[in-house]
């Protein structure tokens, strides 16, 4: 079963409209992130949480909005979506405090914006 | 800033064969943590192994291994008796241990074909 758990798999939304991307981990992590991939900037930081709480937004842009209605969660917002937002996001989640701890990955969410 | 270079775009190896990946990173900070990432052809993204800055042994993990020299910043991926499934795309990636930051900087990336 997987681990962490992303939704949709795959996304399509057209230009200006706004999306939510899922993200929920069943490792008893409680650091989170999301990262981008795409063609131009592989595996790009946007943001980490710990125990629910912003700890780093490397995302220049207010139009991406992390949420985390529980501990286990950190869903992405994106709004008024551009055509250079087609990426794939990827959450990934940690055990916090140890900075020697490896990621675990989830299968990423494919997103195009048409 | 802390920065993660890989060089190598693509690298092709005959199966069964070693291969090594090179990786050079730079830092301000005295402690961090170095790792090394696979992403196969489906997308999926998964931790290999583990440097430590403060440990002067090189790291392995079943046919990874690391060679760690840090007067030169660098960390390349070993992969012993390589197998077809070995071909995927393989990220060097740092975290600083000093602050509280918890971010994780990847390199762009290497991707290595392993031919039969």
């Known amino acids: 079963d997987p681990k962490i758990i992303q939704k949709p798999k795959y996304l399509v939304a057209v230009t200006g409209s706004e999306k939510i991307l899922i993200c929920e981990q069943y490792?008893?992590?409680?650091?989170m992130y999301w990262y981008r991939q795409s063609a131009k900037k592989p595996l790009e930081f946007m943001f980490s949480y710990s125990y629910q709480k912003l700890m780093d937004n490397q995302t220049a842009s207010s139009r991406f909005q992390p949420q985390s209605s529980k501990k286990n969660h950190l869903d992405l917002q994106i709004t008024a979506l551009k055509p250079d937002d087609s990426a794939t996001y990827f959450c990934a989640s940690s055990r916090p405090g140890q900075a020697n701890s490896d990621y675990t990955f989830g299968s990423g969410t494919r997103l195009l914006v048409i | 800033a802390q920065k993660v270079t890989q060089t190598q775009t693509s690298i092709s190896v005959m199966e069964k064969t070693t291969v090594t990946m090179d990786c050079v990173y730079e830092t301000q900070d005295s402690s961090y943590f170095l790792f090394w990432y696979k992403q196969t052809a489906s997308g999926e993204i998964v931790f290999l192994i583990r440097?430590?800055?403060?440990?002067?042994e090189n790291a392995t993990v079943g046919h990874y291994s690391l060679n760690f020299q840090k007067p030169k910043s660098s960390i390349g991926l070993i992969i012993t008796a390589t197998q077809i499934e070995d071909s995927a795309v393989y990220f060097c990636?740092?975290?600083?241990?000093?602050?509280?930051?918890?971010?994780?900087?990847f390199g762009k990336g290497t991707h290595l074909h392993v031919l039969p």
């Open positions: 990636a740092m975290r600083e241990g000093d602050t509280n930051a918890y971010k994780v900087i």
């Open positions: 440097q430590d800055s403060y440990k002067k």
């Open positions: 490792l008893g992590h409680n650091a």
